[in-house]
């Protein structure tokens, strides 16, 4: 066992005592780590526009890092990475946290990216003409970024509320770019739940119909009954305890990010995001970035309904999920976000 040094156990003691007496706390001096590895799926969708963002103005680099970002097809490949130990943080969905938790793992958010899943599921007109209800999707080829993804526990959770078993349909990972339009395009799929720029680009081109939607607040509100917190920074419980001024400037930069894009105007945007970001159309990618503004975290603070929200919709339609034996304060802490609001006024 590693112990921590004599400096780490002052810091940890010191915020611990601010802590408990309630005063406001903040991680000092040079991160642990000055290189981060972090994995996210799905880059290039407005789930992960923060991150983008942070990483394009050089806010990681502001705070005193070095942070590599490993980009996969779907937010489960991400988490698989970290399961694996080849990157130290995910940007991924909150939900896995809780997912993990049941399988005996401790893993948690410090930072909040999106406060609505942006994920919207549709059907295919053209393979799917006499569409009438979630119930004709059985047997079907339902597109999703990954399988075990957010867009694939949307997906399930529209399937439960209309009494479709996961099992009656057919999972085909696509990604989040090109690969999950071309997929859509040829027919390869027959629905998809997927996140935007992809989902506005075929929908204003008529060639979805949408039938779920969680790409703002009230969308999510509906589906869900209460706030959904989506895209987060986790990673191992241990990390972020023995590594806590590094996961202050990863919060640090987020919220920067997430202050910046409040007042952001189209012109803004295409001078930050990549070019390739926008899948050769930039006109309705920024009707994209208008559609899912508000899903997007103000301050990076997890809201406080928002862990039992998700926590009640994994279990709706996982009976792994036991609800009673989740301790969701153990899947998130808001420490972070709380002092990075303060530093940004945020």
Not at 90 to 96: L, N
Not at 154 to 171: Q, T
Not at 183 to 189: D, L, V, Y
Request: aromatic share 6%; with cysteine.
């Amino acid at each position: 066992m590693t112990f921590p040094s004599r400096r780490q156990w002052m810091l940890h003691a010191t915020l611990a005592a601010a802590a408990c007496a309630g005063l406001p706390v903040r991680a000092e001096g040079r991160p642990e780590k000055g290189r981060v590895s972090l994995a996210v799926g799905g880059k290039a969708g407005f789930y992960y526009l923060p991150l983008t963002i942070a990483e394009q103005l050089g806010y990681f680099r502001d705070e005193g890092l070095e942070v590599d970002i490993q980009d996969f097809p779907g937010g489960s490949r991400a988490l698989k990475a970290s399961l694996d130990r080849t990157v130290d943080v995910v940007s991924g969905a909150y939900e896995h946290t809780i997912d993990l938790q049941a399988h005996g793992l401790s893993y948690q958010a410090f930072v909040l990216q999106g406060r609505a899943p942006q994920i919207a599921m549709g059907v295919s007109p053209k393979a799917i003409p006499n569409y009438k209800s979630v119930a004709d999707l059985r047997g079907r080829r339902i597109g999703v970024s990954a399988p075990g993804s957010s867009t694939n526990m949307i997906a399930n959770l529209v399937l439960a509320r209309a009494g479709v078993k996961p099992s009656e349909v057919h999972f085909v990972g696509v990604g989040t770019a090109q690969g999950a339009l071309t997929a859509f395009r040829s027919g390869e799929i027959d629905a998809m739940s997927n996140i935007d720029p992809v989902m506005t680009m075929l929908e204003k081109r008529g060639e979805i119909r949408i039938v779920s939607d969680t790409r703002s607040l009230k969308g999510a509100v509906d589906l869900f009954g209460g706030p959904m917190p989506a895209a987060c920074l986790y990673a191992p419980t241990e990390f972020v305890e023995r590594h806590p001024i590094t996961c202050q400037a990863l919060a640090n930069a987020v919220v920067h990010a997430l202050k910046w894009l409040q007042t952001a105007g189209p012109s803004d945007i295409i001078k930050a995001v990549p070019e390739s970001h926008m899948l050769g159309d930039r006109g309705l990618y920024l009707a994209s970035f208008t559609r899912v503004r508000d899903a997007l975290a103000l301050d990076g603070l997890m809201p406080e309904a928002g862990p039992a929200t998700a926590l009640r919709s994994l279990a709706s339609f996982d009976e792994r999920i036991r609800p009673d034996r989740i301790d969701l304060s153990k899947t998130y802490t808001n420490e972070f976000a709380r002092r990075a609001k303060q530093k940004f006024k945020a």
